[in-house]
């Protein structure tokens, strides 16, 4: 098997080779850059070849967080993890929003890097396992989780998801109608149960509240101090 390719992007030159020593240390190749106008050029040729991309905010020139909107541009399917100094919670949800997977703020363990790369590659990797319902057909909506593609069948348009929306949507749908804890779902799809990543949960939600809207069957309730429920009215 070929190894993983990571795009890593960070300034601080004494961080930057312990990080990427250490991901080549345990079998990634790492493309690593020290500015954000460097990133640029590369994410800007066209072609993004990697596997993962991990960008710090705080960047020379251009920060992270527009690097983060170029690649989703191009690419919905990349995951995208930040590190940054800033530990604002707006920070974090602004990340999350131009389509980042997840944050982690410094200083942080090379181990929990470690762990949080190796979580988003395996689930790139998973495929959906067969279930009661048919996770894809939601309404009138027909979801294809791993062309990451939900398209409105009434209108024939088609929204390309990012990979953790389409995770996320893909255990709600196919666990329809079951209350799913908080906590099952971070796990599951973030791979731990955290405050933080609570918050992310969040916002995830209300993404795919916003794609379904148009069908008012469809309900992603939110079951106060428990989780969520997917729900489609016949």
Not at 1 to 16: C, F, N, P, T, W
Not at 158 to 186: D, F, G, K, P
């Amino acid at each position: 098997m070929s190894k993983a390719r990571l795009l890593y992007v960070e300034d601080d030159e004494g961080l930057g080779f312990v990080t990427r020593d250490n991901l080549e240390i345990n079998g990634f190749e790492v493309v690593h850059l020290e500015t954000g106008r460097e990133a640029l050029e590369v994410i800007e040729a066209g072609d993004l070849p990697y596997d993962l991309c991990i960008l710090d905010v705080m960047l020379p020139g251009v920060d992270g967080f527009t690097l983060a909107r170029r690649i989703r541009e191009q690419d919905q399917d990349i995951p995208i993890l930040f590190l940054s100094a800033k530990s604002l919670e707006q920070d974090r949800l602004t990340g999350l929003r131009l389509g980042a997977d997840d944050y982690i703020t410094k200083p942080f363990s090379i181990e929990e890097l470690l762990l949080r790369v190796d979580v988003f590659l395996r689930r790139n990797r998973v495929r959906p396992a067969a279930t009661a319902f048919d996770p894809r057909q939601i309404g009138r909506y027909r979801f294809d989780a791993e062309q990451l593609q939900l398209t409105d069948k009434k209108t024939d348009s088609s929204r390309r998801l990012t990979r953790r929306e389409a995770e996320l949507l893909q255990l709600l749908s196919s666990r329809r109608e079951e209350v799913l804890e908080r906590s099952e779902i971070l796990e599951r799809i973030w791979g731990e149960n955290d405050y933080f990543l609570g918050r992310s949960l969040d916002v995830f939600v209300s993404r795919l509240r916003k794609y379904l809207r148009e069908d008012e069957r469809i309900k992603i309730e939110n079951i106060h101090g428990v989780g969520f429920s997917l729900t489609v009215a016949d």
